[in-house]
């Protein structure tokens, strides 16, 4: 039996990734995938793009609700997740804000701290997984930075429940019926810490899940925009650096082509420039070009139609890009960057490093990678190849040199 299939659907506010998200469930599940479509975002949008009764959201708030024939979509509720799972945890930091002079309403609604959101959806979607619940599951995402912690998460929290829960826990314990004579702080108690590691327990193996690429792939939806593609191409860099297999780009609401209008050719002409630029970005990861549509995406069958204008003919839940394009990696010290370059020789490749960004030229074709901050600050020293890969050696960061220096 094969695995469930995830897509993860990212990109700046604006730029139409609930549209994307809803449509591509639509259509898979039309092709006979048990499809769920999730919103990660805390300003649900995805109801509104099938065009559904509030009243039936609020009724059945938090929980998988059928749209289609094989086809399901949740927005997550944080204050019933909260109240289910974790209301101990809820209960704390509420006491505390209220401890500071917050009255008891906003205590709770500010009881509601960041990556909390988050956290309840990768239960939901471990859950899904085990269970094989559904066939594919879709996560409409909250913009680019929200995205990156929802990624980000499962190894903060690992590392968190590794180093240092277990001493805090023992700590509180100790500490916490002196606490209660000398200050009016409450410490948690230990039902607080219990919540957490119930959660931590539900969340295991998340991580493998999500960057595994035999299961779950990015999608980055953009616009031919400069702006726009600058934070995708930085998205881009951003979950490769995650170990998350990017493999596709969605490039939503170009002007078609054959208007008599100059005001439109003009954008055109501007779009096509920036539909070339977003090549050199994201070569050789497949692009989609999405026309824009002169009316809104709005309920079940304009978005089947939207599906099918995106991929044509293209099965959305397979597999299209397989191999990364480049990687960011740690070897003894020193940061490397592995790219895939199949077909090249040593002499044919040219690199250059213009601020953060590294250019690499093999003929005609030029490529573009955003460096992330232990790479920006370095130079590339050495070039080799490895079968099918390049890769760049830039050397120790300047904090281990100077440690290693010994001043």
């Known amino acids: 039996m094969s695995p469930m299939r995830i897509l993860l659907y990212a990109g700046k506010g604006g730029v139409g990734k609930t549209c994307v998200a809803a449509a591509t469930g639509v259509l898979t599940a039309r092709m006979g995938m048990r499809t769920l479509v999730m919103s990660l975002d805390p300003a649900h949008s995805l109801s509104d793009a099938f065009d559904l009764d509030r009243f039936l959201m609020d009724k059945n708030r938090g929980e998988p609700i059928p749209v289609g024939e094989g086809l399901w979509i949740q927005e997550l509720d944080i204050h019933e997740e909260m109240g289910k799972g974790w209301g101990e945890v809820q209960r704390y930091i509420a006491l505390l804000l209220n401890t500071s002079g917050i009255d008891d309403i906003l205590a709770e609604e500010l009881a509601v701290l960041p990556g909390m959101d988050e956290v309840a959806a990768l239960l939901h979607i471990n859950r899904y997984v085990r269970e094989r619940t559904y066939d594919l599951v879709i996560l409409d995402c909250a ?165 099918r204008n995106i991929y044509g003919d293209r099965q959305p839940a397979q597999f299209f890009s397989a191999t990364p394009p480049y990687q960011f990696l740690k070897e003894d010290g020193r940061n490397l960057i592995k790219l895939h370059l199949p077909f090249v020789g040593k002499e044919e490749v040219d690199l250059s490093k213009i601020g953060d960004e590294l250019i690499i030229r093999v003929g005609n074709i030029k490529k573009s990678i955003v460096l992330p901050r232990a790479f920006a600050t370095l130079e590339p020293k050495k070039a080799w190849l490895e079968k099918e890969h390049l890769l760049l050696d830039f050397g120790e960061s300047h904090e281990r040199k100077h440690e290693g220096g010994g001043g």
């Open 143 to 307: 913009p680019t930075a929200e995205s990156l912690r929802f990624v980000s998460l499962p190894k903060a929290l690992e590392w968190y429940m590794r180093k240092i829960f277990r001493l805090e826990r023992r700590v509180v314990a100790y500490v916490r019926p002196v606490a209660r004579r000398f200050m009016d702080v409450p410490l948690p108690e230990d039902g607080y810490f219990a919540d957490i590691e119930r959660l931590y327990q539900r969340l295991q193996g998340i991580d493998g899940i999500l960057t595994d690429p035999a299961v779950t792939s990015v999608r980055l939806v953009t616009n031919p925009e400069k702006m726009v593609l600058r934070e995708t191409q930085r998205a881009f860099m951003f979950f490769c650096l995650h170990q998350l297999s990017v493999d596709a780009i969605i490039i939503n609401r170009v002007f078609p082509p054959g208007s008599d209008d100059p005001y439109l050719r003009v954008w055109q002409q501007c779009q096509q420039e920036y539909l070339e630029l977003a090549r050199t970005y994201f070569h050789p990861v497949e692009i989609f070009e999405v026309s824009l549509s002169d009316r809104e995406m709005l309920g079940y069958d304009r978005l089947l139609e939207f599906g």
